[in-house]
């Protein structure tokens, strides 16, 4: 039971360069997430999925674009990286039964330099 | 306009003695709320959540406990074990399940031996 699985776990970009933060979970949850956390700071959410085939922003879209083609499947897209994106960026899912919550993927850390 | 608040960065207790972790919120739409703890370099895990109809639920060691008309709530962990030691995240949703959850900052607890 893998659970939420994201790669790669780290990764250093240069600025302007583009890159794509894979996210796979195997629960069969309808509902993901993509959130980022600066140090000392809580998570933001920057896209989610109610569905496939269905995507909408969350509080700090810019810079970033998703697809959900797959129920599994929640790639997170970063174009012309910049500096300031540079984070620990966590996906998530659920059933929507929120009483237990989102289950985490263990994260990517993001190095812009 | 942080919507979830944990006023305290960090909590420092012995080993056997109670923590008890604070949050705040000021949004009186949320109705629903939880508690993540988190292991560095790991995905934060969900610890246990709230609905607005009560005012306390407990699992195991861990309770927490709700005013909404203080919009506060704080979690309770008795007795304290080294293995809590982590950072632990409030967050609130205006509905269940699917609904995008808006996290605090966090707050570190230490258990000491």
């Known amino acids: 039971n893998a659970g939420v699985t994201q790669t790669p776990k780290f990764r250093i970009l240069k600025i302007g360069q583009s890159m794509t933060l894979q996210c796979t979970q195997d629960m069969n949850h309808n509902y993901m997430y993509w959130y980022r956390q600066d140090p000392g700071m809580g998570l933001k959410l920057i896209y989610y999925s109610v569905g496939a085939g269905i995507t909408d922003k969350g509080e700090v879209p810019n810079g970033y674009n998703v697809s959900r083609s797959t129920t599994e499947d929640f790639p997170l897209r970063l174009e012309l990286a910049a500096p300031s994106q540079t984070s620990v960026y966590f996906c998530?899912?659920?059933?929507?039964?929120?009483?237990?919550?989102?289950?985490f993927g263990s994260g990517t850390r993001l190095t812009v330099v | 306009d942080q919507q979830v608040k944990q006023n305290s960065p960090s909590l420092s207790v012995q080993e056997g003695r109670i923590s008890i972790l604070n949050c705040d919120y000021t949004n009186s739409m949320f109705d629903y709320f939880l508690w993540y703890k988190k292991y560095p370099a790991e995905g934060p895990t969900f610890l246990i959540s709230i609905s607005s109809i009560k005012d306390k639920n407990e699992d195991g060691r861990f309770t927490v406990f709700l005013n909404k008309s203080a919009k506060h709530l704080s979690l309770h962990i008795v007795p304290s074990q080294p293995g809590d030691s982590a950072v632990y995240f409030c967050a609130a949703s205006p509905q269940g399940g699917s609904e995008k959850l808006v996290f605090g900052k966090g707050m570190k607890l230490t258990v000491n031996p």
């Open positions: 998530a899912s659920t059933s929507g039964a929120w009483a237990g919550g989102y289950t």
